[in-house]
């Protein structure tokens, strides 16, 4: 007599029981997440719907694989493949950190400070899977972006991220821009506003940002900064054994670890900005939250700068730091 089938509701409960076992933060909701995508549902929530639902062999095949990966400790960004990023659909693998929702406030921050300001000149070090820029070229009417990194992988993974949220590449530009020995290729939102653009190049923080690239993206090689946004490693170097294995394990070490107190690349950053913004541009930094105390006791090393706040993410955390150019 045969086997009766799984239903979606037992594999469910026992992904999660499994799940629980394996050590995994919000196994429930992880094992809804996985379950939903391997069975190809729009959504969460149609698990809900389909309960009953038998499973056939093949279904279960497919969910075995995906739950044996899971339980290792791979991000659940990397199995399904992608994450949502304020709305916009933002590829990741193994190339670059998985944007974090409460990294989402910087977008809010640099579009308050851009205000009334037609055209900004956006830069983005260290832009990883390319999802700050993203959405600032999407958001921000007029902007002109430039995302850089120093991974030619990470820049990879950014421009098929762009592709794929409708910001299409300029050839032109990017010819123009690999004269200078940083490579870059711009892109042209066609999205509703299509008056802003999204360039990317590589290169060690602002050393990246070369005269030529400048003119391709603000279209005068002089031209200062509006807005400079980073979320620069910044994990102190002795806390390697205290990550999360997802973290520790997929992340790449490049984008981790700052050094012995986490903030080796914020300050060349910050030494590096005298006389590249216009007076009253914002820098905006994504932190760890015992750093902005650190920050502002150090602000009297940059003397062009004027140190305008530590801010909270909507989990009342200690995320990032703002200072203005004078």
């Known amino acids: 007599m045969p086997q009766p089938q799984m239903t979606v509701l037992e594999i469910l409960n026992r992904t999660k029981v499994f799940f629980e076992k394996k050590g995994i933060p919000d196994a429930r909701l992880d094992a809804e997440y996985i379950i939903s995508y391997g069975l190809k549902m729009k959504n969460r929530m149609d698990l809900y719907l389909n309960f009953e639902k038998p499973l056939t062999p ?32 933002i590829k990741c693998d193994r190339r670059a950190l998985i944007p974090r929702p409460e990294t989402e406030s910087l977008v809010d921050m640099a579009s308050d400070s851009l205000k009334g300001i037609e055209k900004p000149f956006i830069v983005e070090i260290g832009t990883g899977t390319g999802a700050i820029s993203i959405a600032c070229a999407k958001e921000i009417a007029g902007a002109k972006v430039l995302a850089t990194d120093v991974s030619e992988d990470a820049l ?101 670890f700052g050094g012995e107190d986490g903030l080796d690349l914020v300050r060349k950053l910050l030494q590096q900005t005298e006389g590249k913004l216009k007076p009253g541009a914002s820098i905006l930094l994504e932190i760890g939250s015992e750093q902005g105390e650190m920050l502002k006791a150090e602000a009297e090393k940059y003397p062009w700068l004027e140190f305008s706040g530590i801010h909270k993410d909507f989990c009342n955390n200690v995320r990032f730091v703002s200072y203005k150019a004078k």
């Open 58 to 89: 093949a279904e279960l095949d497919v969910l075995r694989t995906m739950v044996a990966r899971r339980a290792t400790r791979e991000p659940l960004q990397h199995i399904i493949g992608d994450t949502s990023f304020r709305g916009f659909i």
């Open 156 to 256: 990879a993974l950014a421009r098929t991220n762009a592709e794929a949220n409708d910001l299409a590449g300029n050839p032109d530009a990017e010819s123009a821009a690999s004269s200078t020995g940083s490579t870059a290729s711009a892109s042209s939102a066609s999205s509703a506003n299509e008056a802003s653009s999204l360039t990317f190049a590589q290169g060690d923080l602002l050393n990246a940002i070369t005269a030529d690239v400048i003119a391709n993206v603000a279209g005068d090689s002089s031209a200062k900064i509006d807005c400079l946004i980073a979320n620069l490693p910044y994990i102190p170097d002795s806390e390697k054994d205290k990550l999360q294995p997802e973290v520790a394990k997929y992340d790449p070490a490049l984008a981790l």
